[in-house]
């Protein structure tokens, strides 16, 4: 088949092996394909700081239509296997989510990341998928920085942040929640996963 003939669903942008739980990769989100899977996810109880659990079926797919269309921000479904199982988004933050909050650097790109819901949680599965996340933003030479802006109380992802090399700059105020602006720099996040033992 060729590319041409593929939906933009069908095609896989970046893959990344973790040496225990196989394949990753992301393709980009389709809002209309990806509607009813999206809204399952995001109004899920676990996705609480996504602050979509009130959202219907037809404000999810607006919502990612909004993305798909908007110059300065993209959204990706993340593949395990093969199958779905996580969401991630990519922004300019002098453009988007931070603009006017923060003091933008050449190389900047901001990241979110949702994992699905499951009942049978597996060990390490978000740090892989955070670190397939991240390693999909730096595979851009142009990107030297992640910027994220996580709620404040979301102790599970400034975990998980530290160990893939984020720094805490300060606590900001957005219009939705209180955050801590947090950076990793190239170097950083290649020092974090030479530290793991499993950089490549």
């Known amino acids: 088949m060729s590319t041409a003939d593929m939906s933009a669903a069908d095609m896989t942008l970046f893959e990344h092996h973790d040496d225990r739980l196989g394949g990753f990769a992301l393709?980009?989100?389709?809002?209309?394909t990806d509607a009813e899977l999206l809204h399952r996810w995001v109004t899920h109880p676990k996705a609480s700081y996504w602050m979509m659990e009130d959202a219907s079926l037809a404000d999810t797919e607006a919502e990612y239509r909004r993305i798909a269309e908007h110059p300065h921000h993209e959204a990706f479904i993340g593949l395990h296997e093969g199958e779905p199982a996580f969401l991630a988004e990519r922004y300019d933050?002098?453009?988007v989510e931070l603009k006017g909050l923060y003091e933008p650097r050449e190389g900047d790109v901001g990241m979110h990341f949702l994992c699905a819901p499951t009942d049978t949680p597996v060990?390490?599965?978000?740090?892989?998928?955070?670190?397939?996340v991240m390693e999909f933003c730096f595979d851009d030479p142009a990107v030297r920085r992640v910027v994220v802006e996580p709620d404040v109380r979301n102790d599970a992802v400034h975990a998980l942040?530290?160990?893939?090399g984020f720094d805490v700059v300060e606590k900001i105020v957005k219009?939705?929640?209180d955050a801590y602006l947090s950076t990793c720099t190239r170097e950083r996040f290649v020092a974090a996963r030479a530290a793991q033992g499993v950089f490549r």
């Open 27 to 32: 393709r980009t989100l389709d809002p209309g």
């Open 93 to 95: 933050p002098a453009e």
């Open 123 to 132: 060990h390490g599965f978000t740090l892989a998928v955070i670190t397939t």
């Open 161 to 164: 942040n530290a160990a893939v």
């Open 175 to 177: 219009p939705e929640k």
